[in-house]
Each structure stands twice: as structure tokens, then as C-alpha cells.
């Protein structure tokens, strides 16, 4: 991250990731509707992903999908015809997936369908009503406290239908069939870091991978939280069995620490690669074990796949005043963040693409290093050099049964530097991949 | 327990408990003798407990059955004929197993067999003399200094004949052949803490047990010590395999904190169980590794058995001063203390019940919990509640290797939260028994 | 060591020690050569090792047995034919394995030539030039600094030709075939620590156990570094397999604290024993983990090997500043230092004899230890005794699958008590060896 820093280009790369989103903003998503459709349209412009559509009433194991939902406008009016709220300056007003209403209601009744945060005065909510047949509005709890005449006119012009649900897939072949899953949900409004961030990493992650050839297949997921990954893996059952290591990517364009929680498996090579990269980062962090709630690796991680699958994040979900409300700003998410989150996710990528088991060639007794002039020809001086190191630590422990990473780990040294050691050994022949 | 410290019925079993200590602390028990059937019969009021008889000389692994000892009366009487130490007053004064004596002895030689304190000089040790032939006086380091006269008359009016060991023995069947095993000592004389308190909280249990059906069978002993498990299980070999959990219980009275001493098997499911609802007690409480010294769990534990059978009292034996002596009285004993470890007894067999391992029918993504009523309506709030985070628990952990314990230790809820959450999900048919 | 430092014979034995170490010292060692003969030569006058003899130009593994260096005289002189720096005050004087020279050089080309260490100005480093060909003198800093005249007459009288490599062999035939590995190096020259306290400690502890028979037969390799351990290595590959355990001995005449390198595998039996051992030394200590890089080790910790071999020292190499250089003289290696050492060996020799695993033949409940006399008499005393404890763990825990040693750490008793314990068990024939 010092590297990119330092340069233009790259500080281009966070403001040109946080453009993306401030285009994303206004639209109004939720689990089905034009909000996704329109979402994954403008994401074609960088990559060229696939949009899936599945009908409304498809089964999907134990759900079903959903009528989609689609909104063109709402309000609060007084009976001077003024809007006291309105969906127009903000999406979040609305419950989502509330289902129509047009008509004049007393304020008792319509207090029963309003939603607010006196914590946070300011704020409004953003509630979601996918499942139970209702409706509501999300105000601040200003506004709310304003709202004093008896009677008000409400109106949402929504419609709930015969539709689909639909989710943006994205699959870069690699030299084998065993492949890298991201996923990220699509399903929230006027929110940045919750989840337009999600969708600006994987985003510009997947036009980096695209940029060159690779070992792994990766895949990218623009889905719908929960019902979408369900639908994903229903409809692609029979394919899991491909993917070894996956991140689902949320929550990465807040200024806070970086967050990765582990897979349920704990200790699967994903799980040990992104210890591993943020203990090297020199950046704050955390890593939390898994528990069954969060995002879609709630699904990734369910038993009946327990697929190697972690979430990579800086602040967890709930853990900041301003998640889930109208706080999650275009400016609460900073250019910087989202940028520094993408080089995480890339060194995750290069080190998967790095981390092999090697067979040391010549494993009885060192080689002689320094006749290949990979050793000092002066001896007896105190001290080991590091390069030296990497390459004894390479030479000692490629008996087939260690990867890189784990010779990185044992010998606390950083991947990237056994992993160059690993490529002199292979140009001088005293190294070659294990299977 | 703060339930039932505020419930007066539960005071009265606590008061209860200490009654029947009181009515067995007066008998003069020992390793055989009337002694140790006259406290079963008492039992017999309670529990329909049966005694075994089994003979003096019967061969019981590397030990032998001893003679049947039986004490009426012992005294040290001064040359004017007064008792100056009275078997009548103290069982303790006399050592355990003393062979007969009666005749005019020298103060010199009567000293060679006298015990004393000089560190608690008002309390009488506790002696045993089962397998070496001798005889021998406890007293009180005031009473041993008050001796100076040059001749004593010395009666010890015991007999040691062909009889049997006495022991105790109480099998509950329940749904399966498995068993729960529950061992106590019944061989001290007018001790309280050791041994009468886990003779009283060991009976409670049993009647508790007996109350409604179970899923395991239940095997309530009361042995001597060391002789008597070595003797039940010398003629109960074949049968230890069905005991798959066990606790010896002793020192269940005072009002230290509670000691779990594990099995030598250290992570039986007994061990993690006792551990388990021992951090959740809110008690001070310690768990220690097994060592093959203490109670009977040495024999339970010995490597030709090796049986998951644990150690649960409160201050461990002599690590308390009255500890062996008659300090150790009715008074240290307290009906609270005995009520709270019965209520331990009972949390850990009501665990073992309940702790099975399950299998999520719909393990392929989480089910929809909401259109069963068991997930919150309105989505978007931050945070989680516990019963939902139980329910997502259960399942995601449910694939037929772990545990409702298991679960409940990497899920960090108490257990009974967690079974009640397998329940509600068995009650929806989210879940069944594994095999 | 309490003992022994008590007692005027083996204070000798450390007096003895450094006294071979004086008349080892002024010999000028390579890693082939004269050197190397005399020293093991000397040797020969206390154990009765083989010298063998290796011709240059054999292949051994990845290396070549290099050409035969011999040195019989050097020097820089000034114009006035006085020696400046002359290799007969010290043979570190001359880098090892220079190729000769003789010829008049101005003081620039000369300084090309020169090591010296600034922050030590009166010490003569040690410098090796084995594999690459070169030739050069070290000097303290301050005769550096003297160097100022234009010219100098400089001469290496020194032959590089073909010859062979020496190394010296001990193998003492054990009562199995199974044997022990101890290996210390023989290339330095006038340098104390490194390696004559090595070669000194091997020595005594070869003619030790030469003193009585023994279970496990021992090698004793005298090897120059690397070359020499590889050679043997190349030369013996059928035989390794026999090696169970091993220790490089180097390092062991500094007054700092033992140190102790686990090998490869980590948990070996030597790794445990010596960890174990260092604990109830009494001395301060580090146990540190395996890494490729330091003595002899690194060859038989290679992956085509990786023997249970790890190194036994002082201080570290390169952790005290007189690593290396003329400050590791006669005066930093102390007698009592390589008593210590010794004693240490030793203590390790008699464990690995001793631990054992054993078959406790009464596995089911406790023998009756008090009719073997091996148990107190009169019970219901508070505590244990040592001696009872370790007959109970031993027998609790000779179930095939525990060693003595294993036992002994979960007992956290003594080896040594334990051990004794299992002998009295053995005369009761209570315990008999597995296999």
C-alpha cells in the first residue's frame, strides 16, 4: 500500500472506484426489481458479466423466489397537499418490498407503520419487509416528532408481480477448473458502504484478474443477500464442488480496520492466507472466527456445502453508528478505503496464485548453494542474510507435504520474499512443483 | 441455583439433606461392619437401594476381602477407673481396625500408639489401620499433654472375624442399555464433609433420578473405599462397558468452591459436561487434571478399565484443615452447600440427557425461519437475538459430528439455551437424531 | 551439578577437559588437512576413533570433496623485512583456504585483501574462503590502521592439491542396533569455543560411555562442518535409519546459558527428553525451535533425512560478540562451563537409556502396594508421598502407548523418581516392558 500511495495512478484508482459508486447512489435496489437490473447494467460498462434472470415462484431448497418488486414513487402528504416525506429526495423513506397503499389515514394508525432512530435523530432507517406482507415508512426521528396534524395522505406506488430475481455472474477461465468465488449482495438502496462498496471492489477486482492469464478460474457474484446466493447455489449445485477458496466482500469502503472472518471450516488455505497477509499489512485488523450469522457466507457456509468461503470487511456490520441508516454516505466511504481494500483482495489473489507445494529436488543435504552463486562466497561472518534464509527454509521443508504458505508461517518470513526464493530454486533446478 | 436459593420448598431440601446427615453422622462406620449396614439400611427409607454382601477372604483382583471389623466399646481409663478417653464420646478415638486389646500398659509404650495434632491441638485425627495388624488411640493434642500418670488401662473391645464387605448398589433402567455411573464412600465413621456429605447428596440425586423416565440407565453406588470399587468391579467386570459417564462424589458439603476433577481420559464427554456447567454456574470453581490419587476414581480410572468417570466435590480432600479430623463436624457441613452441588448433579445429568448430536434435515443453505415463525418479520435492525442465533447455530453446526455440547461451547450460549433451540427446530422438522 | 561441584575429583574432570582444549588450541584446522589429523591424532590417546580419509575430487551429494589445503607459514611485511602480521602468532591471520601468494602489492590492492573488525579493534576476526578462490589476511583493526606505508611483501606459504578429507568415527555396539548420534565439528583453528569445547565435551562423554555397557549403541562423528557431516552422510545413507536419536554438540564452553535447537521434527524423543532435562536442570535455558540455518544439523535435518538430531550449546553462535573472532580464546571457555556441559550429556544419555515404555501387569484397579511394603501403614493422613505418587503414575499410565519420560511430564515428577519407581515395580514384577 506505501507503493500506491505514493502514486498517482493509484490515488486515480480509489476516485475513479468511488465514482462508480456516487453513479450507483440514487438507484433504488432491493432483493428483485429494475434497481438490480439497472445496477448490474451499469457494472457491464467495466466487465463484461452476465445477468440471470429466475422467475418469481422458482423453488429454491427450503425458499421461494420471490414476486419482484418494483417502486416509482412514494409519500407522506399533509392535507395541504405539501410532502412531509418523501421517497423522491430519498429511497430509504421506504420500507422495501412494502406493498402498495393510497389513501388518508389517521397519525395514530400511520405511527404504527413509521420507523425511526431516536438514537440518531438525523438518520433514517433502512428496514426491509421481504417475507411479511406490509408496508411502512423510514423517517428521521425529527421528522417524525413534527408529524402532529390528525390525518395524513400516504401513498407507495409499488407494484409486487409475477417477475424475477436478478443476480450478475461473471466467470474468468484459468488453467484449471478448480475456482475462486466472490460474491457480493446487490440488494440495498441508497447505502455506500452497505453494500455499494462490496460492489466497487469486486468490480474493479474483477477487471484486474481479467488483465492477465492465471492458474485458478474465479468467479464473481453480483447477487441479492440471502435469497440470491440461495438461488445461486441451487441453480448451480452441482458446480460447488469446483470452487476452493472464496470471499464474500462487504463492508470494505469504511476508514475503520480491516475484518476478516473465517470460514466455517477456520483453517482452510483462505482462511490461513488472509491471517497471514493482514498480519503482514501493517494495517490494523482483525480476525474473528465464524459464526452463523452475517452475510452470504452464512450459505457458502452452510453444512450441507461448507465450502471454504470467508468475509473480508473493515467495520462488521452493525458495529458502526451509521449501518443500515441513511449515515452510510457517499462521504462516509473515502476513495482511500476502497482502494486499499482492493489491494488486499489482490494480494489474497496473488498469494493463491503463488501458494503451491514444491519438491525439493535435491533433498539430501543442502545443495551447494554458493557454486550457483546464490550464497556468500566469505565465510564466517555472524548473521544470516535473509534471501539465504528464504531459500534454506524453502530447501528444508519442500518434502511434498508443506505449502508456502506454511513455510511462511513456520519461518515468519513473508510470503512474497519465499516465494521469489522459490522461483531461483526453480530457474536453478533444485526445485519443482509437487503435483 | 439463584432460582432456588429464592424458593422456601428448595431451602427445605437443603435442610432436608442436612437432617439425614445428622441421623447417620453418630454410626461408626469402616470398610465392613454393622457400621456400613446400618447407614445403607437408613438409605433404604429413601432409595430401594440393595446390599451386597460379599464374603471375607474372597479374592478381588490383586486384594483380598478382609475380616468383618466390629467395635462396641474402647476407652484409656486412669488407675482410679475413669475413662479418659471414651470411644462412647468419639468414634474417632479409636483407630480403624484395631485388633482387640485389653490390659494395664506403661504411658511409654501406650505413646507408641497414640495419634494426635499438635497443629489443631483440640481436634482428633482420623487413623486407619485396615491392613496392617495393629491397634492404636486418637486424641487431642490437649488430651495426649494431659497424660502423665505411669500406667493406663487400655480396652479396645473389637472384633475381627470371618463376615463380608458391605456395599450399596441402586440401577435405575432407562430407555438404553448405557449407563451413568454415581459412586460414593460410605467407609468413614463421624465425619461429615468426608464422607456423609456425598453419601446424602448421592441419595437425593438417586430419588431425583427416579422421578421421571430417562434416556440412560442410572447405577447409584455406596462402596468402601478403594476395597469396595475394587470389589464391585472385580465381580462387575463384564458389565463396565455400559458405563459411559461417571462421577464420584465426595466433599460435596463444605462451602469452598466447586472442584471438577477430570477423568484420566481428561476430554470425556463427563469432563467437558462438568466443565462446561461449571463456567456457566456463576460459582467459583476449579477444574483439575486427574492424578491417580484421591477417591475411587483411581480404580474407575485404572488402565485396564480407563472409564470417563470424573471427580466432582467442592474443597478438595486436604487441602481444608478439619479435613480428617473431627473438625470436620456437623456444623462445617451446610445445608446450602449440599443443596447446591445436588443441583450441579442434576444440571450435569440433565445435560448428558439432552446432549445429542443432531443432523439438519435441510442442510443445503439455511431454511426460511421466517415463514415458521421462528425469524423476526421486519429486516434491516442491527444485531442479533439470542434464540435466533441459537437456531442458526443448531443448524449450522448439526451435520452428524457435533454435538449440542460442542456446538454450545464454539457457539459460547449456554447449553440450555441451545437444546431449547434443537427442540424448537425438531418441532418443525428442521432437525432429527442422528443414527 | 550440585553434587559434582562439590567434589574434588570431577572439578578434575573440568580441569581435565580444558586441559586437552590447551593442547588442541594452537593447531591450525581447515575443513581438510593436517589440522585435522593431529587433532583427531590427540584424540586417539583417550578413545579409540578411526580416522577415515575421503580423496578430493569424490562427489557427496550436491558437493565435491574439495583439494587438500596445508599452511605452513604466512606473513605481510614491510619494506624493511619486518612481519607485520604473521600467521605463527596466530593462524587466524591467514583467511582459510587462501590459495598461496608471494609478491610485492601496493597497500590499496592489499586493503582488497583485508578484514578487520571496527567495532572490536583489537580482536582478529576468522574468515573462510572454502569454494571460492581468493586468498586474504584478517587482522585485529588497530594493526589495520598501523598499515601505512606504499608496499608491502606479502606471502601465503600454503598448498592447494589433491589429498583427501579426514574425519574421525566412534561407534560403541549397544545391546540393539538402534543407536545414538552425537556429531561436533573439527575445521575451526585457534578458535575455543567454536569448536574445541565441542570436540572436548564429544570426547569425555565417548570415553563415558565406552565405561558400561549400554542398551543403545553410539556414534561419535569428529567432522569438519558441513563438508564433513555430508560426506558422512553420502558415504553411510544405508545406515541412517538406524540413528533414533541425536545431538550436535557445539558451543559448550561459554559460561552463558545451555541452549537447546529441537530438530526438524520438533517433538522427537530427544527433543522431548532434552527440554525435559534443561527444565529440572536447575540452570538457566532456552529451548528454541528448528530452523535451517546453524551446525551440522541443517545436513541431518535435511528433508531426504530429517533425523531426529537436534544441537546442544551454550550460547548461540553469533550471540556473544567473541563469535568467531580471536576473543574466543582459552580464557572464554571455562572448565566448570564444560563440566556443566558434559553433565548435561550425560544426563541425557542415561534418560534415553532409561525411557522405557512399559505394561502395567495388575491394569485393572490398583495392586495392593501396602502389602509389598511400598505403601504407608497407617491411612487417613493428609498428603501423598513422592515415592507412593510415582509408583501410582506408572502405573496408572504403563498402558503400552506412555513412555517413562511422557509420563514423568505429565506427572511433573522428576525422570529420575520415576524411573527409580518403575525399577521397584519391575523386583514386584508389577510392571514389565512393553515389547
Same mark, same amino acid.
Request: proline share 5%; net charge negative.
Given at each position: 500500500?506505501?507503493?500506491? #500511495?505514493?502514486?498517482?495512478?493509484?490515488?486515480?484508482?480509489? #476516485?475513479?472506484?468511488?465514482?462508480?459508486?456516487?453513479?450507483?447512489?440514487?438507484?433504488?435496489?432491493?432483493?428483485?426489481?429494475? &434497481?438490480?437490473?439497472?445496477?448490474?447494467?451499469?457494472?457491464?460498462?467495466?466487465?463484461?458479466?452476465?445477468?440471470?434472470?429466475?422467475?418469481?415462484?422458482?423453488?429454491?431448497?427450503?425458499?421461494?423466489?420471490?414476486?419482484?418488486?418494483?417502486?416509482?414513487?412514494? +409519500?407522506?402528504?399533509?392535507?395541504? &397537499?405539501?410532502?412531509?416525506?418523501?421517497?423522491? @429526495?430519498?429511497?430509504?423513506?421506504?420500507?422495501?418490498?412494502?406493498?402498495?397503499?393510497?389513501? #388518508?389515514?389517521?397519525?395514530?394508525?400511520? @405511527?404504527?407503520?413509521?420507523?425511526?432512530?431516536?438514537?440518531?435523530?438525523?438518520?433514517?432507517?433502512?428496514?426491509?419487509? +421481504?417475507?411479511?406482507?406490509?408496508?411502512?415508512?423510514?423517517? !428521521?426521528?425529527?421528522?417524525?416528532?413534527?408529524?402532529?396534524?390528525?390525518?395524513?395522505?400516504?401513498?407507495?406506488?409499488?407494484?409486487?408481480?409475477?417477475? !424475477?430475481?436478478?443476480?450478475?455472474?461473471?466467470?474468468?477461465?484459468?488453467?484449471?477448473?478448480?475456482?475462486?468465488?466472490?460474491?457480493?449482495?446487490?440488494?440495498?438502496?441508497?447505502?455506500?458502504?452497505?453494500?455499494?462498496? &462490496?460492489?466497487?471492489?469486486?468490480?474493479?477486482?474483477?477487471?484486474?484478474?481479467?488483465?492477465?492469464?492465471?492458474?485458478?478460474? +474465479?468467479?464473481?457474484?453480483?447477487?441479492? %443477500?440471502? $435469497?440470491?446466493?440461495?438461488?445461486?447455489?441451487?441453480?448451480?449445485?452441482?458446480?460447488?464442488?469446483?470452487?476452493?477458496?472464496?470471499?464474500?466482500?462487504?463492508?470494505?469502503?469504511?476508514?475503520?480496520?480491516?475484518?476478516?472472518?473465517? !470460514?466455517? #471450516?477456520?483453517?482452510?488455505? $483462505?482462511?490461513?492466507?488472509?491471517?497471514?497477509?493482514?498480519?503482514?499489512?501493517?494495517?490494523?485488523?482483525? $480476525?474473528?472466527?465464524?459464526?452463523?450469522? %452475517?452475510?452470504?457466507?452464512?450459505?457458502?457456509?452452510?453444512?450441507?456445502?461448507?465450502?471454504?468461503?470467508?468475509?473480508?470487511?473493515?467495520?462488521?456490520?452493525?458495529?458502526?453508528?451509521?449501518?443500515?441508516?441513511?449515515?452510510?454516505?457517499?462521504?462516509?466511504? @473515502?476513495?482511500?478505503?476502497?482502494?486499499?481494500?482492493?489491494?488486499?483482495?489482490?494480494?489474497?489473489?496473488?498469494?493463491?496464485?503463488?501458494?503451491?507445494? +514444491?519438491?525439493?529436488?535435491?533433498?539430501?543435504?543442502?545443495?551447494?548453494?554458493?557454486?550457483?552463486?546464490?550464497?556468500? &562466497?566469505? %565465510?564466517?561472518?555472524?548473521?544470516?542474510?535473509?534471501?539465504?534464509?528464504?531459500?534454506?527454509?524453502?530447501?528444508?521443508?519442500?518434502?511434498?507435504?508443506?505449502?508456502?504458505?506454511?513455510?511462511?508461517?513456520?519461518?515468519?518470513?513473508?510470503?512474497?520474499?519465499?516465494?521469489?526464493?522459490?522461483?531461483?530454486?526453480?530457474?536453478?533446478?533444485?526445485?519443482?512443483?509437487?503435483?
Amino acid at each position: 500500500m506505501r507503493h500506491i #500511495r505514493d502514486s498517482g495512478e493509484h490515488i486515480g484508482v480509489g #476516485r475513479a472506484m468511488h465514482d462508480v459508486l456516487l453513479d450507483l447512489f440514487p438507484i433504488c435496489r432491493s432483493i428483485t426489481g429494475d &434497481g438490480v437490473r439497472a445496477t448490474l447494467r451499469a457494472l457491464q460498462k467495466r466487465i463484461p458479466l452476465t445477468i440471470q434472470e429466475v422467475p418469481s415462484g422458482t423453488q429454491v431448497f427450503d425458499w421461494t423466489v420471490p414476486l419482484e418488486w418494483n417502486i416509482h414513487d412514494a +409519500y407522506i402528504k399533509d392535507l395541504n &397537499g405539501h410532502r412531509i416525506i418523501d421517497f423522491q @429526495k430519498s429511497n430509504l423513506h421506504v420500507v422495501n418490498y412494502s406493498h402498495p397503499i393510497n389513501r #388518508r389515514i389517521s397519525l395514530d394508525e400511520l @405511527k404504527n407503520h413509521l420507523h425511526s432512530l431516536p438514537e440518531h435523530p438525523t438518520w433514517i432507517p433502512y428496514r426491509t419487509s +421481504y417475507y411479511k406482507d406490509s408496508w411502512g415508512f423510514c423517517l !428521521s426521528h425529527n421528522e417524525l416528532q413534527n408529524l402532529k396534524d390528525a390525518e395524513y395522505d400516504v401513498r407507495i406506488d409499488a407494484s409486487l408481480s409475477k417477475g !424475477s430475481l436478478s443476480y450478475g455472474e461473471f466467470f474468468v477461465p484459468g488453467q484449471v477448473r478448480d475456482e475462486v468465488l466472490f460474491s457480493t449482495h446487490v440488494c440495498h438502496p441508497s447505502l455506500c458502504n452497505d453494500n455499494l462498496s &462490496g460492489i466497487v471492489v469486486t468490480t474493479f477486482l474483477a477487471e484486474w484478474v481479467l488483465s492477465k492469464p492465471r492458474r485458478y478460474s +474465479y468467479r464473481f457474484l453480483f447477487v441479492p %443477500g440471502t $435469497i440470491g446466493s440461495i438461488t445461486w447455489l441451487s441453480q448451480n449445485r452441482g458446480q460447488t464442488s469446483h470452487i476452493k477458496h472464496g470471499l464474500v466482500l462487504t463492508g470494505v469502503g469504511d476508514p475503520g480496520p480491516f475484518t476478516y472472518k473465517r !470460514s466455517r #471450516r477456520g483453517d482452510s488455505e $483462505i482462511d490461513r492466507i488472509m491471517a497471514n497477509l493482514l498480519r503482514h499489512s501493517g494495517s490494523p485488523h482483525n $480476525i474473528v472466527e465464524f459464526i452463523p450469522y %452475517g452475510y452470504d457466507e452464512r450459505q457458502y457456509c452452510s453444512p450441507g456445502f461448507n465450502l471454504p468461503v470467508g468475509c473480508f470487511s473493515r467495520t462488521p456490520h452493525s458495529q458502526y453508528p451509521e449501518y443500515h441508516t441513511s449515515g452510510d454516505s457517499v462521504e462516509f466511504v @473515502k476513495a482511500e478505503s476502497l482502494e486499499e481494500s482492493l489491494e488486499q483482495c489482490r494480494t489474497a489473489v496473488e498469494t493463491l496464485e503463488r501458494n503451491r507445494v +514444491y519438491l525439493n529436488r535435491n533433498p539430501h543435504c543442502e545443495p551447494q548453494l554458493g557454486k550457483r552463486g546464490l550464497y556468500r &562466497g566469505i %565465510g564466517g561472518q555472524a548473521g544470516e542474510k535473509s534471501m539465504e534464509m528464504a531459500l534454506l527454509w524453502v530447501l528444508n521443508l519442500s518434502d511434498g507435504s508443506h505449502s508456502l504458505l506454511e513455510i511462511a508461517e513456520r519461518a515468519d518470513i513473508r510470503f512474497e520474499v519465499l516465494a521469489a526464493a522459490a522461483e531461483k530454486l526453480m530457474e536453478h533446478a533444485l526445485l519443482s512443483p509437487a503435483q
